[in-house]
């Protein structure tokens, strides 16, 4: 076991990260959760501009119900995607 927790710190991972707005200082909040990160971009997405985002919708609604706020999570509510990069590899998505 003692040599089955390197072998997997070395294995590339992007990780995935969850927020519940958009950020307010995305450079220095993405720069904590990944410090390793030299650049990031950021993408907003709204599910009436997603081909079959109405479909995409009711299925998150369906799995997490109440847990969607009303205000902040509607399908009209638009949301930020932050793709993280060291260099040009992609080592996070911040959503």
Known sequence: MRILIPLLLLIP??????????????????????PKMTTFKEELKEFPRIKDGSAL?????????SDLD?????????????SVFE??????IVK
């Open 13 to 34: 991972q992007v990780l995935d990260a969850a927020i519940g707005c958009t950020l307010s200082n995305p450079a220095e909040d993405l720069k904590y959760l990944f």
């Open 57 to 65: 919708y009711k299925g998150l609604k369906a799995r997490l119900g």
């Open 70 to 82: 009303p205000i902040y999570e509607s399908y009209e509510t638009p949301y930020t995607v932050y």
């Open 87 to 92: 260099g040009s590899t992609r080592i996070g």
